[in-house]
């Protein structure tokens, strides 16, 4: 059996290992939702009077120019709005809102409704568009997926949160989020952000009646930004460093997060273990060794029907996905005592969440031969605080790992680590920043003796915080707290299907064949839970 072991360390460095990873998706919808600025508002925005000129184009485009010119937001459901629908050319000289809309929309089963200066396009039904209930009476469900609105591509890992009271999700690799909120926060904002392209605010009560495709826009970052902002990105890294008491949680905090971990050989995915668990959280003047972990639920899909006889699973990736909380954990890149052993370089400045970020690129020094890191930090150009870090073992010496990696293996194996990458992101919460996601990837060749081919195995474990609650804080006791150190997979435990509907996670598979399917297909990109 081979197995992974999260973390190392030497009498020569102080080395912390963890993976980058894909994962599952939640469901897939097509809708839209479009930007623009926001105009001083009538008493109805629809009879507002507005001059625009409409050129032949799609509807998308009409409506970008349409709500411009009267500085208004539009969302709808691409399933009732078909927005690649060409249009003709059409001037409008201080024309009603809704008329124009009527006119270039060209359906008269399209109604519209206003909530604030948001304007919902939807296909009347038997009933108006309601609030989307949960399994629970307390919930709401809001759903969408991100784009990017210059080449509507969709956007993979934006941040969908509720900032007021610490609710939040990332979108997964298609760009699609789900996202649960009590029903006494419907009255907030959603605040949707990813590095490079500027927040948008919507009112969580207009999401909560449509499921929406959320185009958010680019953020380009002024030349002379660039150009005059000549730093030492070593030191910019040390302030960053020191700042953490300043900008970061300094109580003890519970985390709601949502966890997965899984095995692939070659295009089959031979295991799949998902969770959620409650953190207690210590400060981020401690280290991650206080930090406690308890099981609320989890599940687990095998493909039982495969005829194998070499088995791969994942040790302490939970323990892996506590200590991958860098600013708690110091990896030697970020701790001052081995910082000379890297190289940093300020490569860009970037916008990330309506603020600029220094991007700075650290990689081994050529003369270091033990098998380091190289990546980038994304840090905060005002405050230096660090916003998120995309890094990997050096992939010329990712090889010299297999020992450290490789914790228990047959004599007839032999295996070759090819790439081991990680992914960090922390988001605001009230007025101090907390870990928001974590990724890790490690991807393996492995041969057995006597056979022709050796097979690719792919092995994540990904963790998503969904909450932050910092009263009444306290250590779980013994018999809550548990084990990170164990193979989670191998855990027993038996599935509860009402809770996993009321939680921001995948709906349960109706069986195995199908689960392992649907696993292939949507594994690599992050669910929304």
Wanted: hydrophobic share 35%.
């Amino acid at each position: 059996m081979v197995q992974l072991f999260s973390t190392r360390k030497n009498n020569q460095h102080k080395h912390i290992n963890w993976t980058k990873t894909w994962t599952l998706t939640l469901t897939i919808l097509l809708m839209s939702i479009t930007k623009f600025s926001v105009f001083a508002q009538s008493d109805s925005l629809l009879k507002k009077t507005v001059t625009v000129k409409i050129p032949n184009t799609s509807i998308y485009n009409a409506l970008n120019i349409i709500g411009q010119s009267a500085d208004c937001f539009f969302i709808y459901d691409s399933r009732d709005v078909n927005n690649q629908k060409r249009v003709r050319t059409n001037q409008f000289l201080q024309k009603p809102l809704e008329e124009i809309l009527r006119q270039t929309l060209r359906d008269t089963l399209i109604h519209f409704k206003e909530i604030g200066k948001h304007i919902l396009l939807y296909r009347k039904s038997e009933t108006s568009p309601v609030i989307k209930k949960s399994t629970t009476e307390n919930f709401i469900s809001i759903s969408g997926t991100i784009f990017d609105k210059d080449t509507q591509e969709p956007i993979p890992f934006a941040t969908i949160a509720v900032t007021t009271w610490g609710l939040g999700t990332i979108s997964n690799n298609d760009g699609i989020f789900t996202l649960k909120v009590p029903t006494e926060y419907l009255s907030s904002d959603v605040v949707v952000s990813h590095l490079g392209y500027e927040t948008q605010k919507l009112p969580l009560s207009i999401l909560s009646q449509t499921k929406a495709d959320i185009y958010i826009k680019p953020r380009y970052i002024a030349i002379q930004e660039v150009i005059i902002r000549n730093i030492d990105a070593r030191s910019v890294v040390k302030s960053a460093i020191d700042n953490i008491d300043k900008y970061f949680i300094t109580e003890n905090c519970y985390l709601t997060g949502f966890y997965r971990e899984g095995v692939k050989r070659n295009k089959t995915y031979l295991n799949y273990s998902e969770a959620v668990f409650k953190v207690f959280k210590t400060s981020y003047n401690k280290g991650s060794i206080l930090d406690q972990v308890k099981l609320i639920k989890s599940r687990k899909i095998e493909n039982t029907n495969r005829v194998d006889t070499l088995t791969v699973k994942l040790k302490a990736g939970i323990k892996g996905t506590l200590e991958m909380d860098i600013l708690k954990s110091l990896p030697d890149f970020l701790d001052r005592e081995y910082m000379n052993y890297y190289n940093y370089t300020k490569t860009d400045i970037v916008a990330y969440e309506n603020h600029s970020a220094y991007a700075i690129e650290f990689e081994q020094k050529p003369e270091i031969t033990l098998p380091l890191y190289k990546g980038t930090l994304y840090i905060d150009v005002e405050k230096l605080i660090l916003l998120a870090a995309d890094f990997q073992v050096n992939p010329d010496k990712v090889g010299d790992l297999t020992n450290q990696l490789i914790i228990k293996k047959d004599r007839g194996i032999k295996v070759k680590p090819k790439e081991v990458k990680y992914s960090i992101d922390y988001r605001l919460f009230g007025n101090k920043y907390v870990i928001q996601h974590i990724r890790g990837d490690l991807k393996l060749n492995i041969n057995k003796r006597y056979k022709l081919f050796s097979d690719d195995y792919s092995l994540f474990f990904e963790f998503v915080n969904m909450q932050v609650d910092t009263v009444n804080v306290k250590r779980f006791t013994r018999k809550e707290t548990f084990t990170p150190q164990v193979i989670f997979s191998e855990e027993k435990y038996d599935y509860d299907p009402l809770f996993w509907g009321k939680l921001n996670i995948i709906e349960p598979e109706e069986d195995v064949s199908k689960a392992i399917a649907r696993i292939n297909s949507k594994i690599e990109s992050i669910s929304n839970e």
